[in-house]
């Protein structure tokens, strides 16, 4: 898949608009400046969309494509393309290829008109969709013409590519329309350039997984500097291949399992040792358990049942609940655990992340983020998600990879318990910013959750407890789904 | 069915020792160096850092218990840090020298993804020698790694992965045999290569 980035052009400079909207234009600067301050690699495909022209219909920043031209850049042009002559003069200027939006769902004749004139391979028809619905002009107006016609028109015309943009998505930074482009595989073999949200470097992989996806636009993301466009582009080259995990959890207290909703009405689920190998024979990549006992009661009783959950299987154990001091950590690895899960002990120190890093490795060391929405964004809670603290989480988060955290276990406080899925701001607000993986946590309630946290979210691995627990859903039916979506397992 | 474990105080003996008898073996955990030497089938485990679990073999004269046993012909199975102590050297604090029983050098992962790798990963195992400690493990079978250091295109190399880069997985020189993942923590794949190596004869 190929990372595209985007310039669009506004009085000969580069320029943003959210929701399509000329009111909230905001201005980056000359575009060799930019191409220079985003490291656009030589021979690298631009997208340019000449905005003034899409309100005007005439071409208006010739000379600007021009001079990308030159720079050994595959440039691609759009922007108000309605004629033949429109496209020559883009043609000329030194546009290899030219995107055509309005053309493509109200003109099919033009459309094949351009394609005969041109070759198929130099015309891109971009078609702008919102809540299922093909926009034109500007994305002013509701197109007649329906999704699957149009892409039946451009697949007759033997076009191999074409610029799908969700609006509702574009200079958001929500992530991509992940169901639009599913959607479209099963109805086209047209492949799609993604445009709209792409924000992070897990949005780009999603992509790619996706199989009919050949490209992404690349906007916003690399203007705000959210996304490294070299690092993107080496993301994508590594293998695509490596396992995301299903991570079953048991909440155990006082030796039994037991699951709470959003951490109260607690009820007995049974014995861990049986819980743990059963999920181990159903394909469980990795166990947690938290203690939820720990907080207020002598360890011994802990020690004892990591020791035997810790015997009874041969796959990882990250235990959490209650850690307060190095002693404990080591005390837990001690007694089996591979990992353990630091939360409310690191938010009052978060030194202890450090020192524990140093002394059992980075690959021990999992911060365990209870968080709850407040607005905009979230807050660390700590006892269980009993007490909110004033601690952004996702920063936290952050700083705790900075520290030396191996892992991040994210909670939410909110959908915990709930069934109601994930939640994916949540998710996206952390993963957006850290390098090291996220375990997703809270809400799990249908497969398609789980592919949302690993897709759209940007997790490395998802966990349940209760579901798991009562046989709503085994772990083997959630790695059946996510292999059958694309999302790589351990089978 | 026996094998020796080698009892070194930087590594995960007591998970190891578990999956060799879940796998068939009968086993004595030792630092004895005599023990050692006159051992028919060993295993090194390790985890952590190759500096501090070479220095402890150095102090313990194991090393050279270990290249006596090897030198009469007896099997050797390396895990994780013990598998990267069987190469000449690691560059985890400058360069350290290892074992030197198989020809190689150890050194730090760098590229896009995130280091240590932390989780499963898929293992391609050199289709001539499958019939080894890979016997009856499907191609691209994941195992479970946690390793901020690799072999890199090992001479002896037998199985590799792929994580910011291509990665030796797995060596084997005659009856000298490594595992840089967890085959204590790979589940069934991971008991099943335990028990190939337990079998070998």
């Known amino acids: 898949m190929q990372v595209i980035p985007s310039l669009d052009l506004l009085g000969g400079r580069v320029v943003r608009l959210t929701h399509g909207d000329f009111a909230t234009a905001r201005t980056y600067g000359e575009p060799e400046a930019v191409l220079d301050a985003l490291d656009v690699p030589r021979g690298a495909r631009l997208h340019v969309v000449d905005l003034e022209a899409s309100r005007s219909g005439r071409p208006i920043e010739t000379d600007l494509v021009r001079r990308l031209a030159l720079r050994d850049l595959v440039v691609q042009v759009g922007g108000g393309i309605r004629s033949v002559d429109d496209a020559r003069r883009w043609i000329d200027c030194g546009a290899e290829r030219i995107v055509v939006g309005t053309v493509a769902s109200e003109s099919p004749r033009l459309l094949s008109t351009l394609v005969e004139t041109f070759g198929a391979k130099r015309i891109v028809p971009a078609v702008d969709v919102r809540d299922g619905v093909i926009r034109t002009n500007g994305w002013e107006h509701e197109s007649a013409a329906t999704i699957a016609n149009v892409f039946a028109h451009i697949e007759s015309l033997g076009i191999a590519e074409a610029l799908v943009t969700d609006i509702a998505r574009d200079g958001a930074l929500r992530g991509p329309s992940f169901a639009l482009y599913r959607q479209l595989r099963s109805m086209t073999r047209v492949k799609l350039i993604a445009s709209g949200g792409v924000s992070t470097i897990s949005d780009v992989v999603s992509l790619a997984r996706l199989g009919n996806v050949s490209g992404c636009v690349i906007g916003k993301a690399l203007l705000e500097r959210r996304l490294d466009l070299r690092e993107t582009i080496a993301r994508l080259a590594t293998p695509n291949a490596i396992p995301e995990r299903v991570i079953p959890c048991l909440d155990v207290r006082d030796g039994r399992v037991v699951k709470g909703v959003s951490f109260t009405n607690i009820r007995d689920a049974g014995d861990p040792v049986e819980c743990a190998m059963r999920y181990e024979e159903e394909g469980a990549d990795e166990l947690v358990m938290l203690d939820i006992s720990a907080t207020d009661r002598a360890q011994a009783t802990t020690l004892e049942t990591v020791r035997s959950v810790a015997e009874s299987i041969f796959i990882p154990l990250t235990v959490g609940g209650g850690v307060r001091t190095v002693e404990d950590f080591r005390g837990l690895l001690r007694a089996g655990a591979d990992r353990v899960a630091v939360n409310t002990a690191a938010l009052r120190n978060p030194e202890l992340i450090a020192t524990c890093a140093r002394e059992f490795g980075v690959q021990a060391v999992v911060l365990s983020c209870d968080a709850k929405r407040d607005g905009d964004h979230w807050l660390a809670t700590v006892r269980g998600g009993k007490e909110l603290t004033a601690v952004d989480a996702a920063t936290w988060c952050q700083r705790a990879e900075t520290l030396g955290a191996g892992e991040i276990l994210l909670t939410s406080v909110d959908r915990d318990g709930t069934n109601q899925g994930f939640d994916l701001e949540l998710l996206r607000a952390v993963t957006g910013i850290l390098k090291i993986g996220v375990i997703a946590s809270g809400g799990a309630g249908r497969v398609e959750d789980f592919r949302d946290a690993i897709e759209s979210g940007g997790a490395r691995a998802v966990l349940a407890a209760s579901l798991f627990h009562d046989r709503v859903l085994s772990v083997a039916d959630v790695k059946h789904y996510l292999m059958a979506e694309g999302i790589p397992v351990r089978s | 069915m026996n094998a020796t474990v080698i009892d070194s105080p930087v590594a995960n003996t007591a998970n190891i020792a578990r999956a060799l008898r879940a796998s068939g073996a009968e086993l ?174």
Not at chain 2, 62 to 83: K, P, Q
Not at chain 2, 137 to 161: K, L, M, W
Request: glycine share 10%; proline share 5%.
């Open chain 2, 28 to 201: 004595q955990i030792t630092r004895d160096a005599d023990e050692i030497a006159r051992a028919p089938k060993l295993v090194l485990p390790g985890v952590g850092s190759f500096v501090a679990a070479m220095q402890w073999l150095r102090d313990t004269r194991i090393d050279d218990a270990i290249r006596e046993a090897v030198a009469r012909g007896a099997f050797l199975l390396g895990i994780c840090v013990g598998h990267q102590l069987l190469f000449d050297t690691s560059d985890e604090m400058e360069a350290t020298c290892g074992l030197g029983l198989l020809r190689g050098a150890v050194r730090r992962f760098e590229g896009a993804l995130p280091v240590p790798q932390i989780g499963w990963n898929r293992v391609s195992a050199r289709a001539p020698l499958f019939d080894g400690i890979f016997d009856g493990i499907a191609p691209e079978t994941p195992f479970y790694f946690v390793n901020s250091y690799a072999a890199r295109g090992a001479g002896d190399e037998i199985a590799s992965a792929d994580y910011n880069g291509p990665f030796t997985a797995a060596v084997q020189r005659e009856r000298v045999f490594g595992v840089q993942f967890h085959p204590e923590k790979s589940s069934k794949a991971g008991l099943r290569v335990l028990r190939n190596f337990i079998a070998c004869k």
